[in-house]
């Protein structure tokens, strides 16, 4: 009889070590299944635009070229008017706001006002497009200062040139500094996670050197 009583409690043991082994597994895929949940379904990383060699990145991490390429992009498409400046370039704030702090929209929607008070804006069609000699690839030092992980300073020499139908009013090579942040608050609408702060330092003509001379 006894020898019964010992196979029954040992089944019962054996029983109970399989529940507690059921429980812990079930505790297991709940905090498998939270770490799923919670991870991030998209990741931004960037791929330096120079593909002939290989390169090893952090995926968290925003390569210079990355910073001036997001930069001249945005900043390109900001001052595209392709048809009528006074339409064109209220609908470009819009259409990037997303790429932009609320500060430097704001400075943007007072150029704006200011520009079309005094006339510069009505039937104008402009673009801008970089020196040639002047991009990212020809001095990349001078080109993005990095202030930190989130923030930097881009320098843009741009050639901007403004047309009235179809006579060309306006030429001006100019260097614009312009304040780039990482803001990774709405990947919907900035998959980049970066965002133009305009203007480090007031906007400056520049002159390109003669035939012959040095820069």
Not at 40 to 65: F, Y
Not at 101 to 128: H, K
Not at 202 to 210: T, V
Request: aromatic fraction near 12%; charge should be positive; proline fraction near 8%.
């Amino acid at each position: 009889m006894s020898r019964f009583r010992n196979e029954v409690q040992h089944l019962r043991a054996h029983v109970n070590s399989l529940r507690l082994g059921l429980i812990a597994l079930l505790l297991v895929a709940l905090l498998l299944g939270f770490g799923w949940w919670s991870a991030p379904k998209d990741l931004t990383i960037h791929v330096p635009p120079d593909l002939r060699s290989g390169s090893t990145r952090k995926w968290w991490d925003v390569p210079p070229e990355s910073v001036y390429a997001f930069t001249f992009y945005v900043f390109q498409q900001l001052n595209r008017w392709p048809a009528n400046g006074e339409e064109d370039y209220p609908r470009n704030l819009q259409r990037l706001s997303a790429y932009l702090t609320p500060a430097c929209r704001t400075t943007l929607r007072e150029d704006f006002e200011y520009r079309r008070s005094n006339g510069e804006l009505r039937q104008r069609v402009r673009g801008i497009y970089e020196i040639p000699g002047r991009g990212y690839g020809d001095d990349p030092s001078a080109r993005v200062k990095v202030l930190s992980e989130r923030d930097w300073i881009v320098v843009l020499d741009i050639s901007a040139d403004e047309y009235y139908s179809s006579e060309q009013v306006k030429r001006a090579l100019v260097r614009y500094t312009i304040k780039v942040a990482r803001q990774d608050v709405d990947p919907e609408k900035n998959p980049f996670g970066l965002v133009l702060d305009c203007y480090s330092t007031p906007p400056q003509r520049i002159e390109l050197p003669s035939p012959g001379e040095k820069p």
